[in-house]
């Protein structure tokens, strides 16, 4: 499924990130912040990490090193949104905001993943909201969809997406915005957000009829649908803002591995015709864990009232 | 405001509704049923009306004496979405289930009015998901949004919206559908609703630049924005399905009363266009009312274990 693929490629790469930015155990606290995917719960460990997540590791490096090597079409006109340099830059934000807080009352927030192969339903009812760094949790989807409410975490996926397109300087207030897929890690709440922000928003789904004609009326694309290149430079309008959340295997037998990632969306074809574009890997990935580092910290700033 | 316009008029409906419906306070348990408005909370109360309440029983009486007098063009092409007329059955339907509630287990609804005039966040978050018959509370809505998930309670509005589309056979599968409105009361859910039912739907609100050319696409139209006749006939695509959910008053001299209520499509404009339209009044107003009794219904079945 889509949104299975998604999720395993983005939760795939956190742990790296957290070695590099969260300080040893020696800090005297550490919230319990837990996130679940699907089939997946995550929570702190201060301990070593067992057998089964070192070997995530070999996953990880795969996927960096996949993103080191993208590569970008020299005729391409848009305007490449690069991921991978936000998502560092925001890091680096974290990393000193994380010092600030520990010098100032020796607190650090904390981070790590347990497989527990359970019905992921019962596991997000059970997570506790003010640890639901994901923001997955239905109270939290509400507040998201509400007029006058605001969630206690925005979603890392759907997030990184809105930050790409705020700092790259994309208008969205009373643009059309169209949502490819409607998954509830990111397609959903990724239009929810758009349209908080005032967008005209469309979700094109797999019932759509005429996804290419309603995708090229639109001025901001997420495309969340899980598909290998699906989204074709026809289905885009001239100019428009394109942020592709997919990450699919295709074989490639040139490739080590003997495979290669691509997104949702054509990059070559659209690429010249879009105004700006996120590549994969380097884009929307990157973006997610930054985003739930963000998220992170903002929960035990939250829980230990610092500000 | 829009929506208090809505909210106000569709709840004013309620009481005539509760009195033909529901038993006297002879019964042995009355599960206390809480809805809020903005700025009302509507909870249980067996015992007779404050004067502040019976007071609202003139508003009740020239809303239905409204309803009565409706009239449609004779040379309407659209099929007239009768509303008043489903609600009668779906509360027929409803009092016949109350009654064989109680008669096996002597349990039956209860539900009134209380006027507070506090912060309806507040009031909203402190109300009993169980009991929340409005289905207003972020974790409702949240549930409404995700897939895989159900609402405890669909909002009435709404869920009147899709049952008159429902009941008169217009496919939502498939279709293009304009939400114009995103209020928490009728426009988000309506568009939730839509989403959930396989719909491709965009959502329309004062931000949007081209409102009329994105509504022409739709094949079902869901107008909850508050504004008198602001859907006008070029808006409509030919044979869309219009819901109407606009209660708005306009200055009529002819009238006792110095006005009369129209919705926000132009009736007389879009009935020659459409396939299908709901009148105002007599459209989704009684809806409304009906649907608040069947969640009302539902929650007492479910508290009780009643199937």
Redo the contacts between chains.
Sequence with gaps: MASSILSDCSSARLLPFRRALLPPPAARFRPCLALVYPRRLFVSSPAPLPPRLRRMDSVLAAAASSADSATVSTDALAKIIDGKMVAKQIREEIAVEITRMKDAIGIVPGLAVILVHMND?NILNAVSIEKDVDGF?????????????DPFFVPCTPKGCMELLHRYGVEI??KRAVVIG???IVG?PAA?LL?KA????????S???NPEE?TRQADIVIAAVGVANLIRGNWIKPGAAIIDVGINPVDDLDSPRGYRLVGDVCYEEASKVAGAITPVPGGVGPMTIAMLLSNTLESAKRINKFK
Excluded: D, F, W, Y
């Excluded at 005032?198 to 789904?205: G, K, W």
């Design positions: 339903e949790h239905p109270l939290n989807i509400g507040r998201l969809a509400m007029q006058g409410r207030k009373g409607r998954s509830n959903m929810l349209q005032n967008a005209t928003v469309s979700i094109v789904h019932q759509t009829k309603i």
